[in-house]
């Protein structure tokens, strides 16, 4: 009996906390349903009176979103597998090789992590000026194709990986990149897909950075193309919230396909050491 009831009082938590958590994306979707001066009433009228479905035919007459979706994508796309080479190398070079300095170099990676973006922000900016990449895929992408946090976690799991394994590869004459690729990785699934998650929703809804290294609108993703409906004369809100209604999207179907194994990956990938 007491089992009962502690249950239906767990299942009572979780469904207010769900219903808290999954409001504001009702609200979006209904406010982009809503007219501007529906959107501003005080006090708040939750269901529209007459759904405005043109609003979301408005965000593609107005802003150029197939280009933002296509920057977005490939911006994506390659950090992604940029995020996915540079981890799995440095990480196996801080787990299975000995080398002079590896411990500092690594414990030094793991202190930048505390260095806030604002500080380099000007630094990265001055260099990628001289190297004439602003307003180019190369700015929005390259930053971006390291991270140290992906590199510790990485390195986190080889590092449960047995020496013997290795050393059973090398006496079979596989190189470094035979071990990696061909058995490394196919037991590393459970991490690499939390990083691959990571690195999509970072770039995904990447902001600051690109604000500030594009210029042209052919460049820009579309979380600063969502910045056209917030102006200095006012927010649009139906249409900003129709726009961020399609633009989270493609995550929502992403994570409903990946689902199984991204709580499988979470599950599985605990920081060991």
Avoid: C
């Avoid at 080479?85 to 202190?111: H, V």
């Avoid at 260099?127 to 590199?151: C, E, G, H, M, Q």
């Avoid at 510790?152 to 690729?181: C, T």
């Avoid at 990785?185 to 604000?211: Q, Y």
């Amino acid at each position: 009996m007491k089992n009962s009831r502690a249950k239906l009082i767990v299942y009572i938590l979780l469904t207010a906390i769900s219903l808290v958590m999954i409001f504001p994306f009702v609200w979006m979707i209904l406010t982009s349903l809503k007219t501007q001066p529906e959107s501003l009433l005080i006090p708040p009228r939750i269901f529209p009176a007459r759904p405005q479905l043109v609003n979301y035919l408005e965000v593609w007459r107005q802003i150029p979103l197939l280009r933002y979706f296509l920057n977005t994508i490939i911006m994506t796309v390659l950090t992604l597998a940029g995020v996915l080479a540079t981890s799995t190398l440095a990480a196996f070079s801080f787990s299975f090789k000995n080398f002079k300095g590896r411990d500092l170099t690594f414990l030094a990676l793991l202190g930048m992590m505390m260095i806030p973006q604002p500080v380099y922000l000007v630094p990265a900016y001055v260099i990628l000026a001289k190297l004439r990449w602003l307003d180019t895929f190369y700015a929005l992408i390259v930053p971006w194709t390291v991270n140290i946090f992906s590199i510790f976690l990485v390195r986190q799991h080889f590092k449960s990986v047995p020496w013997s394994l290795y050393e059973a590869s090398k006496m079979d004459g596989a190189n470094d990149l035979k071990f990696i690729w061909h058995i490394l990785l196919p037991i590393s699934k459970p991490v690499l897909v939390t990083i691959s998650l990571f690195s999509i929703i970072g770039s995904w809804n990447s902001f600051l950075w690109p604000l500030i290294v594009t210029n042209s609108e052919s460049m820009r993703p579309l979380q600063v193309g969502l910045a056209y409906f917030s102006q200095e004369q006012g927010s649009m809100w139906p249409l900003l919230m129709a726009a961020s209604t399609m633009i989270i999207l493609p995550l929502v179907i992403f994570y409903i396909f990946a689902q199984k194994q991204i709580n499988q990956s979470f599950v599985s990938s605990g920081l060991k050491e």
